[in-house]
């Protein structure tokens, strides 16, 4: 059985920039979440998605969103990209708890 | 603030030595407590989990945690490591609406185990 796959794998981008990263989910799994781990912060929650809507989201600002589409993949955009962002964002999918991760995209802005 | 906090940043072990990893969580209401393992090179793995019942949960690779409501700990355990489990391992909490699940992991810092051949 095939794991999370996410798109690319690594990103380099300059301040202001905007991204989008993508998550391909296990098959059967129909929520998606994603997840920064920036230096020192540890794994922070981003977003949680379901059946195509947004369910949750942690404590970041509005220029994080996303979007699940109907095959329950999902992207996460970042507008207006600080240095901040640069991190390994990882997503996530379940079908009901265990989350199950995949290798994530290492960002880094410039 | 919810939050988990895990003791021990880097441990050090000798092959067959006995691990104990510990994880406190913050936060009130029902809980579900997982482990996950990054091996080098490797993505987030999980370990083992505790949703409700038997406290004492058992996970892959010989792995086993406790959970105690009364201390808000769920450490882990593990009898004899071997030098294949050297990773790093991060203690997790599933927050809980009154109407059901979050969606929301919170991580602990994570521990990092060396094991000496």
């Known amino acids: 059985e095939a794991g999370v796959t996410q798109s690319p794998t690594h990103l380099i981008k300059t301040r202001g920039q905007q991204v989008t990263l993508r998550c391909s989910p296990i098959s059967g799994h129909t929520s998606v979440y994603w997840y920064q781990q920036a230096l020192g912060l540890g794994l922070q929650f981003l977003l949680w998605y379901d059946e195509g809507e947004e369910r949750n989201r942690g404590n970041f600002p509005p220029r994080f969103s996303g979007r699940q589409f109907p095959n329950y993949s999902s992207e996460l955009n970042v507008n207006a990209l600080e240095l901040e962002d640069s991190a390994l964002y990882l997503c996530?999918?379940?079908?009901?708890?265990?989350?199950?991760f995949g290798p994530g995209t290492r960002l880094t802005v410039l | 603030a919810q939050s988990v906090s895990q003791h021990n940043h880097h441990v050090i072990l000798s092959e067959a030595a006995s691990l104990e990893l510990g994880c406190n969580y913050s936060y009130g209401g029902t809980v579900n407590l997982f482990w996950y393992v990054q091996y080098p090179g490797q993505h987030l793995q999980l370990l083992l989990k505790y949703f409700s019942g038997d406290p004492l949960v058992k996970g892959i690779k010989g792995f086993e945690a406790e959970f105690i409501k009364s201390k808000f700990s769920f450490n882990l355990r593990k009898p004899s490591v071997q030098w294949s489990d050297t990773a790093e391992y991060f203690c997790a909490v599933a927050t809980q609406w009154s109407w059901g699940n979050t969606g929301k992991l919170i991580f602990g810092q994570g521990t990092t185990l060396q094991v000496k051949p």
């Open positions: 996530a999918s379940s079908f009901v708890f265990e989350q199950f």
